[in-house]
């Protein structure tokens, strides 16, 4: 599902003069299977821009559509009848989802958006899709199924969080934060897990203030400052713009980019971490045989 958006515009308080946009005439397109970044400070618009793609937020100015929803409709019948379905597509995980678990066992948690969506499933088409979700996560469903999901470790409560949202088979993935409180060996793993979820056609979004996490997975990222879209592009074209965004801390592999041009040592590389540190040896390599 390709997401364009066109000037769109929120405010929290639309009647307060004289206006604070929380979103301020922002224009992307995401493309269908992209693995896109949204970067920014706290109070940047991220959030806002998020809950604006299953319609967590109403579009108040502008233009945007998901796929094949319009959800700029000033139609309300014709806005509301979409709801739905377009939330069934576009699952949206918030920060520390693990805190949002509150059923009896991992089956119910699961099963809970799936029942509500398709509520003409029976019960072994729902067991299947839930058994399917979990395995998706790398959890094994006999042996969590019946557990309480606060009995869980906290990696594994957020991969059920994170299956309550994949049962329905969404076509784009949001979250929020998702790296957040774990620790680098937990960060490897979701991201891993993340990719493995592209499967060629679901995009995945992510907001982070982890710059490395996004530059090691982001196609493309977009930069957000006081609700304003103030870059787009790649993670080189994002982080090798010479230019500062506040409150935001580069990348370390760029930080000693930076450090090392600061000394005359150009690497030209992509910033990625397994190839800076290719680049890194074969210049020393080429240093020292000179």
């Known amino acids: 599902m390709r997401i364009i958006c066109k000037d769109l515009t929120y405010s929290y308080d639309p009647k307060k003069k004289p206006a604070v946009y929380a979103l301020n005439k922002v224009s992307l397109t995401i ?13 940047s ?18 233009f ?12 309300k019948k014709k806005y509301k009848k979409q709801l739905k379905e377009l939330r069934s597509k576009v699952g949206m995980v918030f920060q520390y989802p693990e805190y949002q678990l509150f059923a009896e066992s991992v089956f119910d948690d699961v099963a809970f958006g799936l029942k509500n969506f398709f509520p003409n499933l029976n019960a072994n088409e729902v067991a299947q899709r839930v058994a399917n979700a979990l395995n998706a996560v790398g959890l094994n469903y006999y042996e969590v199924k019946d557990k309480s999901p606060f009995d869980l470790s906290g990696g ?5 969080a994170i299956a309550g949202v994949l049962v329905t088979d969404p076509e ?3 979250l929020d934060e998702p790296v957040a409180g774990l620790d680098p060996a937990g960060k490897k793993e979701l991201m891993a897990l993340l990719h493995s979820l592209e499967n060629g056609r679901r995009t995945i ?12 997975n982001c196609s493309r990222i977009a930069v957000m400052q006081q609700g304003e879209l103030v870059k787009i592009g790649t993670p080189e074209e994002v982080f090798n713009s010479n230019q500062s965004y506040a409150g935001l801390n580069l990348p370390v592999t760029v930080q ?10 150009n690497l030209n590389c992509n910033f990625k971490t397994e190839q800076f540190i290719c680049d890194l040896e074969r210049f020393f390599k080429k240093t020292t045989n000179n």
């Open 31 to 43: 493309n269908e299977g992209e693995f896109f970044g949204i970067i920014g400070q706290t109070g």
């Open 156 to 160: 594994q409560k957020r991969r059920v």
């Open 205 to 216: 979004i992510i907001v982070s203030h982890d710059m490395d996490e996004v530059l090691e």
């Open 256 to 265: 000693v980019n930076n450090l090392l041009k600061e000394r005359g040592i």
């Open 172 to 174: 784009v993935l949001v």
């Open 64 to 75: 945007l559509s998901v796929g094949e929803f319009d959800l700029s409709l000033k139609d």
């Open 45 to 62: 618009g991220k959030s806002t821009l998020i809950q604006h793609l299953n319609a967590l937020l109403p579009v108040q100015e502008g």
